[in-house]
């Protein structure tokens, strides 16, 4: 496999928990799950709030990670004014992230926001040279055609789209881009953030964003008006085993980034998707 493309098997502290293939296929798994899982909870319990659903996500994330804190699994870095501010903005590019990926897929159709997204790993490489001084070698550039070209003979179909969903959708790709190599650069550049560290940081930010777009748009009034209407403990179980299940993808997204690299991350979110 190709140099930056990797999959180490080699564990160093903790056995097979450093396998890369390991953090990979758990990733898999638990993005499978809570994809389907999400489904489930909007179609069959009729919870169309995708901006709630993420609250709950980033909520499921603060408190979690703060409870493996306390328990001494990993201990906070000490950052500084700069450090925090970094943290501030990578919360404000993940929310803003799921904010543009949700507006222009309501504007273009499922066919073409899938192509325009298997341009992912395109764009994390353009970003790794450009900012990183990263070299990739020409076996990089011939591994990734096939992938690409075979999200778009799957996807082929209906390609619609108006201008601003166009724009929107290449932004949103390109800010995929710049989220995943920003994930990879906290936890292995300078700050080397453990992976709980990092979402202990940004959930809480991340939950305090969503909520605001949540209400801006008018879902907050749609919610209250559900919850006062179809609201039960079952719909508050699935929705608490959702944010649990949402939380540990995260942690596993997060090590396995560290783990391999970023366009290792944006190749197998593009198969995944």
């Known amino acids: 496999m190709p140099s930056d493309i990797h999959l180490s098997t080699r564990s160093t502290r903790g056995g097979c928990l450093d396998s890369s293939r390991m953090w990979l296929a758990l990733y898999f798994f638990l993005n499978l799950a809570l994809t389907l899982y999400n489904k489930v909870i909007m179609s069959i319990f009729r919870f169309p709030f995708p901006w709630t659903l993420t609250a709950i996500h980033t909520l499921c994330g603060a408190i979690g990670s703060f409870i493996f804190w306390k328990c001494g699994i990993f201990t906070p870095a000490k950052l500084g004014q700069r450090e925090n501010i970094v943290m501030l903005l990578f919360s404000v590019l993940y929310t803003i992230n799921i904010a543009i990926s949700n507006v222009s897929l309501n504007l273009v159709s499922v066919p073409f926001h899938q192509v325009v997204r298997a341009m992912t790993p395109v764009f994390t490489i353009m ?5 990183l ?6 076996k990089i550039y011939i591994s990734l055609l096939p992938v690409i070209a075979g999200v778009g003979f799957a996807t082929f179909g209906d390609y619609n789209y108006t201008g601003m969903g166009f ?7 390109v800010l995929a881009a710049v989220k995943t190599v ?3 650069r906290v936890q292995v550049g300078r700050l080397k953030l453990h992976p709980l560290d990092l979402l202990l940081r940004m959930s809480p930010l991340a ?29 508050f179980w699935v929705l608490l085993v959702n944010g649990i299940f949402a939380f540990f993808l995260n942690v596993v997204s997060f090590t396995a980034n560290k783990k391999t690299s970023a366009l290792t991350m944006t190749v197998a979110g593009m198969l995944e998707g």
């Open 182 to 184: 920003v994930t990879n």
């Open 133 to 138: 001084s990263k070299t990739y070698s020409p």
């Open 127 to 131: 970003l790794s040279v450009m900012f």
């Open 167 to 173: 724009f929107l959708t290449v932004l949103g790709t």
């Open 207 to 235: 939950f305090v964003q969503t909520l605001v777009y949540s209400y801006a748009t008018g879902e907050m009034e749609q919610v209250n008006v559900f919850f006062d209407e179809s609201f039960s403990m079952s719909l």
